[in-house]
């Protein structure tokens, strides 16, 4: 049996009593057909229709009987036991042939009818033939030849309903066309995907058509058939048939059986041979479970990306299935369109998808899964004010962790740009360290289930208030001031240590005020400087008018001689001859300042004959002035003498070696005070000069 897969040959128990007479085989009612050396089960009930004498050793009727025919394939010696199932029940035999038919079958040619309980038939160790009551269970082998064809007849003496079982031994082998090279060039495979008889059916209740199962139980193999069965004697007798599609049970195990025809002898005895195999099911309809996915709605795009993947197993358990998705029921139904992406389906909501289960024993299913979208991150917009940096007033320091942007228990990060928070790029190190400028910043929160939501805080550096009425002040050496810092703001802090807006008493120097508002504090810085005092930078006398000259300090200027009387002409007239005091201040009218000027006496006509009376203008008085020069020019303006330490600061009338000629000239004598401004002075005045000829 070789080259048939996990089958055999059972022949049980048939319920009518045609298998308990000797009928010629292929007749009405004919002996069961022994096809091969496989174990023959049986349970003789009754003696048959023909209560028959076995002759022989069995000399008498039958008992409960079954009558066997066997051919010889190849020769050899034949033995087989009987083993009845109760070992306390009297089994005998008797063997008959060989090519007899059961109308010349002659006396046995084996027969044992020891009356021993337990095990009996054909042994290479027995001796006789033959074995009556009280001899040895086991009569001795035959020597059988190819062809030859025998009957059996196994009688139960003790007519009990208890069965047998009957192996056969020898070298000699009985024909079947179930291991016949000739008749089955291919192998019988039995049902099932794994071939060992076992059908998944994937409905509940299943309707089964067993014909689907021939074409693949036969493989190819010519003048075999198959009949299906409700229990093993209706196969081994082909009774009762399964013809049409029926409910199956899997309780149940049904019977198919092979049959050989001869389609050169339809009255071959192997023709009668029955090669049986089971059929069982088992129940592999699969229920797959509905699911929901949720996704976020991330920046409300209105997608999500769905992870299908995440509900498959708790869908359907089975990890060895396989799992296929699907858009449409439709898609689904004609197998196009599967999802490529199940682990991240992009899709809106609200929708469903379906996912088809196929098990291993190719039964299917599918369940429905509904994508949703997870609540909403809901974040809010704020806004952060602070104060400004004192080294960079611009920026403020932010806490951007203070911001309440809502959310609930999301985690958050913080991003410069929508984009980066988009992209979760370029995040914020520190946020509760950020310094920037008036700006834009955006919060990205996350909570447990990934989904994120995106707000803006809006960042506002309030700038240093000043004061507008605190200015720098310009106050004379001696005075002091008032600082007032004006109104507006919460709180004061003055160098000095006063809390008051304003501080008097201020003399010259640098403060600061601490200006609190809005809980900012901006530090003014005020200086009270001392006034420039004004320079007389000039001074010319004509004749007896003294006109002053004076830079620095601040314009208007004031003028006087005795520090008394002020005017606000430069210019003094009539001014005695001899030493001066002009006094000068400025718009503060702080302590004026004081220079000496001295006018000079006033020399207007010389008559250089050197008679001892007017011979020469002589301005050596005030040698001690510094810088001091006596020029004269004549009424082209060009020069004819200068008069200096040389020559004593005089002149005699002379241009060089020569007299020059009667008439005006112009002079002017200058120098320099010896104030610490080096005050340079201008004496102008004219000189008329008679020289005689």
């Known amino acids: ?36 050396n496989s174990p023959v089960s049986y349970t003789p009930i009754n003696d048959g229709n023909v209560d028959e004498d076995l002759g022989g050793c069995l000399s008498g009727d039958e008992h409960f009987s079954v009558w066997y025919s066997f051919t010889i394939a190849t020769s050899g010696t034949l033995t087989f036991s009987i083993n009845p199932v109760n070992f306390s029940d009297d089994y005998d035999f008797g063997v008959y042939g060989p090519n007899v038919t059961c109308s010349t079958l002659g006396g046995p040619i084996r027969c044992n009818y020891s009356a021993a309980d337990g095990p009996t038939g054909l042994s290479a160790t027995a001796t006789n033939p033959s074995e009556g009551a009280g001899g040895p269970p086991f009569s001795s082998q035959l020597n059988v030849t190819a062809g030859q064809t025998y009957f059996l007849v196994v009688d139960n003496f003790s007519s009990s309903a208890n069965g047998f079982s009957l192996t056969w031994g020898g070298t000699a082998t009985l024909a079947s066309p179930f291991n016949d090279p000739a008749l089955t060039p291919n192998p019988f495979i039995a049902p099932g995907p794994n071939h060992n008889g076992v059908i998944t059916i994937c409905t509940n209740p299943a309707t089964f058509d067993f014909s689907t199962l021939s074409t693949g139980i036969i493989n190819g193999n010519p003048n075999f058939s198959v009949s299906y069965h409700n229990n093993s004697n209706d196969a081994l007798t082909n009774s009762n048939p399964i013809t049409t599609p029926v409910t199956v049970n899997t309780a149940n195990t049904y019977y198919y059986a092979l049959h050989y025809t001869d389609p050169a002898n339809p009255l071959n005895p192997i023709n009668e041979c029955t090669q049986t195999g089971t059929i069982t099911f088992i129940q592999g309809a699969i229920t797959v479970n509905n699911a929901i996915v949720r996704a976020c709605n991330n920046n409300n795009a209105g997608t999500g990306i769905f992870d299908l ?88 320091l932010f806490n951007l962790n203070l911001a309440t942007v809502g959310g609930g228990a999301v985690t958050k990060l913080y991003y410069p740009s929508y984009t980066d928070a988009v992209n979760g790029t370029n995040a914020i190190p520190d946020p509760s360290i950020f310094i920037s400028p008036n700006t834009i910043v955006y919060v990205k929160g996350t909570n447990a289930n990934g989904c994120t939501g995106i707000s803006k805080i809006t960042l506002n550096v309030t700038p240093p208030k000043y004061s507008t009425v ?25 160098s000095t240590g006063a809390t008051t807006q304003s501080i008097s008493n201020v003399s010259i120097g640098t403060y600061w005020v601490d200006l609190t508002l809005n809980d900012c504090v901006t530090r003014q810085t005020v200086t009270v400087s001392a006034s420039s005092s004004p320079i007389v930078s000039g001074i010319e006398i004509t004749n007896n008018t003294i006109t002053i000259s004076v830079t620095g300090g601040t314009p208007p200027y004031k003028y006087s001689m005795d520090n008394i009387l ?108 010896s104030d610490p401004a080096k005050t340079p002075v201008k004496f102008s005045g004219w000189v008329l000069v008679k020289n005689r000829e």
């Open 566 to 673: 002020w005017q606000d002409s430069n210019s003094f007239t009539n001014v005695p001859r001899g030493m001066n005091t002009i006094y000068v201040k400025d718009s503060y009218d702080c302590e004026p300042i004081a220079i000496e000027v001295t006018v000079p006496n006033l020399v207007n006509v010389i008559t250089p004959n050197n008679d001892g009376v007017n011979d020469v203008i002589d301005y050596s008085a005030l040698a001690y002035k510094q810088n001091l020069v006596f020029n004269i020019f004549d009424r082209y303006g060009n020069k004819v003498h200068q008069a200096d330490k040389s020559n004593g600061y005089k002149w005699d009338g002379r241009f060089g070696d020569r007299k020059i000629y009667t008439g005006t000239y112009w002079y002017s004598v200058t120098w320099n005070e």
């Open 1 to 36: 049996m070789k080259k048939f897969l996990f089958l055999f040959l059972i022949l049980l128990t048939q319920f009518s009593f045609a298998q308990s007479d000797c009928a010629d085989v292929g007749g009405a009612g004919g002996a069961l057909a022994v096809c091969g």
């Open 309 to 396: 993947t995440s509900v498959s197993n708790a869908m359907f358990a089975d990890p060895t299935a396989t799992r296929v998705y699907y858009r449409t029921i439709a898609d689904m139904s004609a197998g196009v369109n599967p999802i490529t992406n199940p682990a991240a389906f992009v899709s809106a909501t609200p929708a469903t998808v379906y996912m088809k289960v196929t098990t291993t024993q190719n039964c299917t299913n599918f369940g429905a899964i509904t994508l949703q979208f997870y609540p909403v991150v809901v974040m809010n917009d704020a806004s952060l004010t602070t104060c400004f940096i004192e080294a960079n007033p611009s920026t403020g």
């Open 470 to 494: 605190l200015k720098d002040k310009i106050i004379c050496a001696e005075d002091t001031t008032t600082l007032d810092a004006g109104d507006g703001f919460t709180a004061y802090e003055w």
